[in-house]
């Protein structure tokens, strides 16, 4: 996990995203623990409440469950939720790269061309 | 949440000084920052808290109100003063000895493994040098190096990082981060610091004192969500300095410190907000309290 401390995004958002992503990718699997509170806090050299914060924001977004005494699991990522989370994220990435095409004044041909080179550049590799 | 140490009513007064604080609460599971000027009071209650100062009024509970046993109490209390309070003809050989005996759980092998960490003597078992002879910061490590040599469930140190270099400075940010974690929730720290940047990443939690009251408290988290940075332009300068807490402005711009309930008063200004750092929102709250003017 990398933690970035002037990038003007709070640090324990930067946590929430992060184990987010391991979450919803698939890496975190449902039933597993979070590291303990503590223990992140320690190896990340961040304050315990901030730490906290994060798996809060989490257990909100019903991605992990607290077990009293016990930490965080993860919860069973519901596959449509988990889709369309997806689908959030490639909108506002394509949202972007239109804002900046226009700004570079590219036509509309030209940015789905790019577009479809790019796919097709990612299909080889 | 329940508290390693909670204070009613506590009062103390001095000529030209009065503290007074109706409750206190040190979270238990967490590091806590106490904050404040020079003479603010910071001392004075940590004095209190520990023992060293009998003269006040108030009550004190410790460890969730279960340990009423006053010698038990000192018994799980680590703690570290400003200065030294070793006699200063010890050596560090007769400071484990003496240690020794005063406390049950002081582990002599940990102590002499956290003195060469440390760097408070170059091997375990030897002499030393006398604590009169050691500089403040290895003043402040053997101190820290008995405490830690301890079985304790809370530690109170009083200015601990002030003497200490930068790279122990973040060693004992570690040292307190440690402390916590092996204590999962059952273990907490109070310390005083000036330092509040260097400190920062190790503060769960914020009491600020000024002139004996204490002016803010929170959850760091909590307290950086109440508070906002605002950043604007010269125009604004005059109409926003009214409503921000800690206020500088030069010709190009304005920066400062404001509620966050407060920001619909600056509508209409061109201004930009950030998530402030401990270390701004403790001036601001410092400056807005304080009775010295420095602006």
């Not at chain 2, 270099?165 to 570690?174: A, G, N």
Request: hydrophobic fraction near 40%; charge should be negative; include cysteine.
């Amino acid at each position: 996990m990398k933690i970035l401390q002037n990038s003007g995004v709070p640090i324990y958002q930067q946590i929430a995203e992060q184990l987010k992503e391991e979450i919803l990718s698939g890496k975190l699997k449902q039933g597993e623990y979070l590291p303990s509170i503590r223990g992140l806090a320690k190896d990340l050299k961040i304050s315990v409440i901030t730490t906290m914060k994060a798996y809060e924001q989490l257990a909100e977004e019903g991605l992990v469950t607290a077990a009293q005494g016990k930490g965080f699991y993860v919860n069973a990522q519901d596959s449509e939720m988990l889709k369309e989370q997806h689908l959030r994220k490639v909108e506002s990435a394509l949202l972007e790269a239109i804002a900046a095409a226009k700004i570079a004044g590219m036509q509309e041909q030209e940015l789905v061309e790019t577009l479809k080179t790019l796919i097709a550049m990612s299909e080889d590799a | 949440m329940k508290d390693v140490i909670k204070g009613n009513n506590l009062k103390k007064k001095y000529k030209g000084f009065q503290l007074d604080v109706p409750e206190l609460h040190i979270p238990k599971g967490f590091a806590t920052a106490l904050i404040g000027e020079n003479g603010a009071g910071k001392t004075t209650l940590i004095n209190m808290l520990t023992g060293i100062r009998m003269d006040y009024k108030g009550e004190l509970f410790y460890f969730d109100e279960q340990e009423q046993d006053v010698d038990k109490v000192k018994e799980r209390i680590g703690y570290t003063g400003p200065g030294n309070y070793f006699l200063p003809h010890w050596n560090v050989k007769q400071v484990e000895e003496i240690s020794s005996l005063l406390f049950e759980t002081f582990d002599e092998e940990k102590f002499w493994d956290i003195c060469v960490e440390l760097g408070v003597t170059t091997e375990r078992h030897v002499n030393g040098k006398k604590v009169n002879d050691l500089s403040d910061g290895n003043k402040v490590k053997l101190m820290l190096a008995a405490v830690l040599a301890r079985k304790t469930d809370c530690l109170i140190l009083d200015e601990p990082a002030s003497p200490l270099d930068p790279l122990m400075r973040d060693k004992l940010c570690e040292i307190i981060r440690e402390y916590l974690t092996e204590g999962n929730g059952e273990k907490s720290v109070l310390f005083s610091t000036h330092n509040i940047s260097d400190m920062e990443n190790v503060t769960d939690y914020a009491i600020i004192v000024e002139h004996g009251n204490v002016v803010e408290e929170g959850f760091v988290e909590d307290l950086k969500e109440k508070y906002v940075l605002v950043k604007g332009e010269a125009k604004d300068a005059k109409a926003a300095e009214k409503i921000l807490y800690s206020f500088s402005g030069n010709a190009y711009g304005f920066e400062g410190i404001c509620l966050a309930a407060d920001l619909d008063k600056l509508a209409g200004m061109d201004i930009q907000v950030e998530v402030p750092t401990l270390f701004q929102i403790s001036v601001a709250v410092m400056k807005a309290n304080s009775t010295l003017k420095l602006h």
